[in-house]
Every structure is written in C-alpha cells, then in structure tokens.
C-alpha cells in the first residue's frame, strides 16, 4: 500500500521530472552522550532512526533498538540496526516475526527486567509514539518523538508539482 504521491513516483519514466523540491524539513536530532538509549522505530519510521541510532553509538552511547511492523513483509533495515546496536528486539502485531505484540510490550520487557533508560526516541505512526511516550512516562524515561507524517508540500497533504 502507497499513498498517492508514491504511486505517481512510481509511474514516472526516463525524462519525466519533478519542477520543484522543498527540503529539508523540521529539525536535527540533537545527539548526547545518555548512556543507555533507547531508539523505537514504527514501520517506516525505523528508516530516519537509523541514522540517529548510528549518531548515538558514536557519541559513546549503549543503543537498544525496538523495532516494530504490523507483519514481517512490513518490517525495514533490521540487519542495519543489528550491525549498529548493543541489542535489537523486533515484534510484528501479528506475531509473523520476533515477538508478538507492540514496541511497547517490548519496552516495559527491557525495563521489568531491570534495564534502565536515560533516554528514549521513538519514529513511526502516531499512535505508535503515542503509546511509546506514555510507556516511556510510566518509566520516568525522557525522550522525544520525531513526528513525520510532513509530505511533499511540507504539510501533510499530497500536493506534487510536477511535469511529464
């Protein structure tokens, strides 16, 4: 499934272009020195985590990523992140790989087990940082969300300037 912009991208052949192109958007993530980190990443927005999770490592932090799909076709990038992270878990909502269930079974997991967070940043779905950050809350585990759901005109709607 492709929002409709995707679809347009897809469809365009060798001498086709795009007029205009708006970018970057939003803000940097600001990488610390935390300590023990914790990156979650929802479908797609495992992919702008990866980057941040290899910023991390770099400025001496232990990162433990959860990773998390509806099913396993929809997971992304999990090697990357085994070849950056401390410790990765994945969970798919149907269970089709790694555990069953959502990140933030996976998070409370890692915490009832005694593994204390300094920091926390989640990427993917709404609802899914919503639910990190409350669980996060109930860990007293700061952190942030990078919301992304920004489109093509810097909006949210699906506006393409383009020529064919």
Known sequence: MAGKTTEEFANYTTGDFILDIVGPLGLKTDIEEWGNLVVIGGGVG????????????????????ILGARSQELLILTEEFQNVCDEVRICTDD???GQKGFVTNVLD?????GVEFKFGIAVGPVPMMRAAEETMKRWNIPGLASLNPIMVDGTGSVALVASR
Do not use: R
């Not at 495992?46 to 990523?65: D, E």
């Not at 997991?109 to 087990?113: G, I, V």
């Open 95 to 97: 269970g089709s790989f």
């Open 109 to 113: 997991d890692w915490c009832k087990s």
């Open 46 to 65: 495992s992919a702008p985590l990866l980057p941040i999770a290899k910023a991390a490592k770099a400025a001496g932090n232990k990162v433990h990523a």
